[in-house]
C-alpha cells in the first residue's frame, strides 16, 4: 500500500509539519520495531520520551523503569536536565506522583498547585522547576508493571481525554516492545545454551568413539571411565573429551570390558551363592 503524500512546503519554503495521525502511526512503528540484534534499551527509551513530547501537550517527559526483582525504580530517560533533577529528587524523596502511580499500578494526575497535597516536598521542587501539573501512567502489561512514563506540564490540571488516551496507548506499546525483546533475549540464550549442548555432546560422543576403537572396549564402558576420570581431577568432562581427540591427555583404562559396577556385582554375586 503506497504512502500517503507528504504536506507541501509552505510558501517561504520550509516543510509544514505532518499531521498528528500521520505522526501517531510513525511513533507507533518505531516504537513496535524492538526484534533487532543490537537493539539499545536506554536509547529506545529516549525515543519514547521524544515521541512524548512531540505527539502530547505537555512540556517534559522522563521514563522510571525498575527490575523484575523488587528493585526500587530508575530514571532511565527525560527530555530535559530541568525534569531530570525533579525526578532525582522524588525518588531521592521515595515520594511523589510518579513513584506511587507505579506502586498502585494506576495513572495518577496531579495538580502540583493543589493544597493539601500528599507530597509538599515534591511540589515544591516541581513548582520550582515551572510545572504545574503531572501526569503519571504506568508502564504496564496485564499485571506485570515494568516502570511509569511521567508527563509534566506547565499549565495546570489533566491531560485532555485524547492525549490521555494515546499517553495510555504509548505506555502500552513500550511495555510490550520491553517484554518482547526480554522474551527474544531469552530465547538466544536458550538457543546459544543448546547449541553449547549439542556441541559438548558432540565431542564426548567422538572421545567415546576414540576410546571404544583404540582401547577394545563398549562405548558404555568408555563413557564411565571418562565421568569418573573428569570427577577424580575436577574437570569438565567436555575439556577430557577435547583433550583427548587432541592426543593432549592418555585416559588410563582397565584391562577388561566390563565395566567396574558390573565387576562388583559379580564378586557380590559369588560371594553370596553358597549361602544359596
Request: hydrophobic content about 40%.
Amino acid at each position: 500500500m503506497p504512502l500517503p503524500p507528504l504536506p507541501a512546503a509552505d510558501p517561504h519554503g520550509a516543510p509544514v509539519r505532518p499531521p498528528r495521525e500521520i505522526r501517531v502511526t510513525a511513533a507507533l512503528i518505531d516504537l513496535a520495531d524492538v526484534l533487532v540484534a543490537d537493539f539499545d534499551p536506554t536509547d529506545f527509551l529516549y525515543r519514547v520520551a521524544e515521541h512524548c513530547m512531540d505527539l502530547l501537550d505537555i512540556a517534559d517527559a522522563g521514563v522510571m523503569l525498575a527490575a523484575p526483582d523488587d528493585a526500587p525504580l530508575r530514571l532511565v530517560a527525560t527530555t530535559s536536565e530541568r525534569v531530570r533533577l525533579v525526578e532525582l529528587f522524588e525518588l531521592d524523596a521515595r515520594e511523589g506522583p510518579c513513584r506511587t502511580a507505579y506502586h498502585q499500578a494506576g495513572p495518577l494526575d496531579h495538580d502540583i498547585q493543589a493544597t493539601p497535597s500528599p507530597w509538599p516536598a515534591f511540589d515544591t521542587r516541581a513548582h520550582r522547576a515551572g510545572y504545574r501539573s503531572v501526569c503519571a501512567i504506568p508502564i504496564r502489561l496485564r499485571r506485570q508493571t515494568l516502570g511509569v512514563l511521567n508527563l509534566f506540564r506547565r499549565a495546570p490540571g489533566p491531560l485532555t481525554d485524547a492525549d490521555r488516551h494515546l499517553a495510555r496507548a504509548l505506555a502500552d506499546i513500550t511495555a510490550i516492545s520491553l517484554l518482547q525483546q526480554t522474551t527474544l533475549d531469552h530465547h538466544r540464550t536458550l538457543s546459544t545454551q543448546l547449541q553449547q549442548a549439542l556441541t559438548t555432546r558432540s565431542i564426548i560422543e567422538q572421545a567415546k568413539g576414540y576410546l571404544t576403537s583404540h582401547h577394545g572396549i563398549d562405548p558404555e564402558t568408555a563413557f564411565h571411565h571418562l565421568r569418573a576420570h573428569a570427577r577424580h581431577h575436577q574437570i569438565r568432562i567436555a575439556d577430557l573429551a577435547r583433550d583427548i581427540i587432541n592426543g593432549t591427555t592418555t585416559l588410563p583404562l582397565p584391562t577388561t570390558n566390563t565395566p567396574p559396577a558390573r565387576q562388583k556385582t559379580s564378586r557380590r554375586r559369588k560371594t553370596t551363592g553358597p549361602d544359596h
